[in-house]
């Protein structure tokens, strides 16, 4: 398949209906990737809801709100209200904001990452995240990727995927993805975060990661970036074809 497999689909998108697709997975598993091209092609608003954990994790590590790896749950509450986040388009990729400063490198250090599993379990943060989240969608032609998107802040979604890769190719991915943007780590460094979050993520009260029983599974482990993107848009197609 390429880019031209459906073309006469691309033609026909204006008159489609924009639909709210979920992504969800675990990390580096290239939910964002994923996510970023079908918005591209289908022309829908893409969000990284990772990257709003991460920035909340941000501000935190900041403004001394974390301690030995340790988040300060009172006071994290009480700052929520100081914590604004917004995604603003430059040069066709979503930069995130974090109270109007540019924060879209920082947010993928080994530091933010190392801590944002925890501030991701506190039910206040997502209680925010989440109602800003559906307030991004409350229009369609939305693509967001995280954990809880199909569960939680998108229960209705038109479509959902859970997109999943085998460990070795995910560390590979993120410890590459690292290294292209100058964060030095080691490979055994990745491994060990990624399991952890991992661990974390899909373990916790509130909005676990979990592949809910309506999502369509995607084991990109042994396909191509295009061949991951072909399948996805065969689904959308599929699911404006038919009676919806
Ligand atoms: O997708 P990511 O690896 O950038 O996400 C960073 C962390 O944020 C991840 O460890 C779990 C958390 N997260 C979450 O709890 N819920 C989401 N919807 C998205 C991310």
Redesign the pocket.
């Known amino acids: 398949m390429g880019a031209f497999s459906f073309l006469k689909e691309l033609l026909l998108l204006p008159k489609m209906k924009k639909l709210t697709i979920a992504i ?1 997975g675990y ?2 598993c290239g ?2 990737t994923l996510a970023k091209d079908l918005a591209e092609k289908l022309g829908y608003i893409f969000i ?7 920035g909340v ?1 941000l501000y935190c590590l900041r403004n001394g709100l974390v301690e030995n790896s340790i988040p300060d749950l009172i006071e994290i509450k009480k700052a929520l209200p100081k914590i604004n986040l917004e995604f603003k388009r430059i040069k066709d990729e979503n930069h995130l904001f974090l109270n109007e400063e540019d924060v879209s490198i920082e ?2 250090s080994n530091e933010v ?1 190392q801590i ?2 925890k ?3 506190i039910g206040e943060v ?1 209680k925010k ?2 109602n800003e ?1 559906r307030k991004m969608g409350e229009f369609g032609g939305i693509i ?6 199909g569960s ?2 998108f229960p209705n979604a038109e479509l959902k995927l859970f997109v999943t890769a085998s460990e070795e190719v995910r560390v590979q991915r993120r410890f590459d993805e690292l290294k292209s943007k100058g964060i030095i780590s080691s490979i055994e460094e990745v491994r060990t975060n990624l399991k952890e ?2 661990y ?2 899909s373990h ?1 009260k509130i ?1 676990p ?1 979990i592949q809910v029983s309506d999502a369509i599974v995607i084991d990109n482990s042994n396909l191509s970036r295009q061949e991951q993107l072909d399948f996805a848009l065969g689904l959308v197609f599929e699911y404006n074809s038919t009676s919806h």
């Open positions: 969800d990390s580096a939910k964002s990284d809801s990772g990257a709003m954990y991460r994790s947010i993928r990452a944002v599993s501030i991701a379990v997502r995240l989440v989240q967001m990727d995280g954990r809880d998107i939680v802040v979050r991992d974390i993520d916790r909005g990661l």
